[in-house]
């Protein structure tokens, strides 16, 4: 078993900049990859950027150049740094963990944690 637990989330105006931080414990021998999702109200859940054991990553095009995530193997944590927030980035988000990069890219990682609230404002 894997727990997640997020942290950072937050109220933040337009333009402004917000750091998320998971923190992992258990199993973790068994994740290879680890992401963050986003999910806005009547919206379905976004995997927004992810991270593989080896340190490659990828975004969602909504938050290329503007998101970035990274991955301490040691302190078995995962940050996603968020900057230039738009109102449009408005969303609770979630950390995940999966044994397989394609089960983070098809919505279905192993592990999830509880969510954060991140809200942009105008």
């Known amino acids: 078993q894997v727990q997640l637990v997020e942290s950072g989330g937050g109220l933040v105006q337009a333009g402004g900049s917000l750091r998320l931080s998971c923190a992992a414990s258990?199993?973790?021998?068994?994740?290879?990859?680890m992401g963050w999702y986003r999910q806005a109200p009547g919206k379905q859940r976004e995997l927004v950027a992810h991270i593989t054991s080896s340190g490659t990553t990828n975004y969602a095009d909504s938050v290329e150049g503007r998101f970035t995530i990274s991955r301490d193997n040691a302190k078995n944590t995962v940050d996603l740094q968020m900057n230039s927030l738009k109102p449009e980035d408005t969303a609770v988000y979630y950390c995940a963990a999966a044994g397989t990069l394609l089960r983070l890219r098809v919505g279905r990682p192993n592990y999830w944690g509880q969510g954060t609230q991140v809200t942009v404002s105008s």
């Open positions: 258990g199993s973790m021998n068994s994740i290879n990859a």
